[in-house]
Nanobody
Framework: QVHLEESGGGSVQAGGSLRLSCATS????????????IGWFRQAPGQQLEWLSSINSVRYISYADSVKGRFTISQDTAKNTLHLQLNILKPEDTAMYYC???????????????????WGQGTQVTVSS
């Protein structure tokens, strides 16, 4: 069983920044982010879940065009935590943000919600104009 927990959301003005975190308290001995694909998604009210970024087990990172150049994934291996840095935020970035994990994905880049097994509860980001 893998438990994911997001944090770091909040309310900011347009142009501001936030750093989201995805932490795990794994119950399976030896599991770390290092062996998994981790993805970030968001869902705005009335909208579908949108893939934002992912990192695979060979540490290859991909970004959606909508956030490329503004959002950045980083990993704190010692704390088994993944971060998503959100810069130059826009009102249309307002959404609930989720991290998700799939174990043993190898070098694949997973962009679909159906590719991921474990999900956090989400953290809210609100950007005002």
């Amino acid at each position: 069983q893998v438990h994911l927990e997001e944090s770091g959301g909040g309310s900011v003005q347009a142009g501001g920044s936030l750093r989201l975190s995805c932490a795990t308290s794994e119950y399976t001995s030896g599991w770390t982010f290092g062996g998994a694909c981790i993805g970030w998604f968001r869902q705005a009210p009335g909208q579908q879940l949108e893939w934002l970024s992912s990192i695979n087990s060979v540490r290859y990172i991909s970004y959606a065009d909508s956030v490329k150049g503004r959002f950045t994934i980083s990993q704190d291996t010692a704390k088994n935590t993944l971060h998503l840095q959100l810069n130059i935020l826009k009102p249309e970035d307002t959404a609930m943000y989720y991290c998700a994990a799939y174990l043993g994905c190898g070098s694949a880049t997973l962009r679909s919600r159906y590719d991921y097994t474990y999900w956090g509860q989400g953290t809210q980001v609100t950007v005002s104009s």
